[in-house]
């Protein structure tokens, strides 16, 4: 008589199974996150750009932005009221989930926004995405881009690098 195969599976084909299952729910966890915050990088960095085309609309017919906040620009309408999912005091907050601000800059000759409190994997994240879209960009108030200095990630990794929280500003003309 032939023998008969038992048709239920080794505890080895269990184990490899699990195993398998392991490692995708293991590489999900550490791939996610970092999907994760380059989409909110990517999309800060739009807003932004957003932020510094509307703030140049407004005052187009003079190169003086005084005055400039992120109310102005939502009083005009020329940013959605529903931009910040959250407000801290009047002052918008990032989806980074840190403050910013918007404010006249270099004798009211450029616009600039700001983030305070950024942490150093964001700071890192964000400032290649503006990169050539701002003048002037600027690491706890040391420029890592400016007309005479070009950005270097070098740089701006040493600089987001440099403390547990970093304030960035983006500079417009």
């Known amino acids: 008589m032939s023998k008969i195969r038992n048709k239920g599976f080794s505890l080895l084909e269990i184990l490899l199974v699990l195993a398998i299952a392991a490692a995708v729910v293991i590489a999900a966890f550490i791939i996610y996150p970092k999907v994760t915050a380059e989409k909110t990088a990517d999309s800060e960095a739009k807003r932004v750009m957003m932020i510094a085309a509307a703030a140049r ?79 002037i960009i600027q690491v706890n108030g040391i420029p890592v881009q400016s007309p005479t200095v070009q950005l270097n990630m070098a740089d701006v990794t040493a600089q987001c690098s440099s403390g547990i929280f970093t304030t960035v500003s983006f500079y417009f003309n």
Do not use: W
């Open 57 to 135: 609309s407004l005052y187009t017919s003079k190169a003086n932005y005084s005055g400039l906040t992120f109310d102005v620009l939502k009083n005009a309408d020329l940013i959605d009221k529903g931009m910040f999912a959250k407000m801290d005091g009047g002052m918008p907050i990032s989806e980074f989930g840190t403050p910013m601000t918007l404010y006249a800059a270099n004798g009211n000759t450029m616009v600039a926004v700001e983030y305070q409190q950024l942490k150093k994997e964001n700071c890192i994240r964000l400032i290649p995405k503006i990169g050539g879209g701002a003048t």
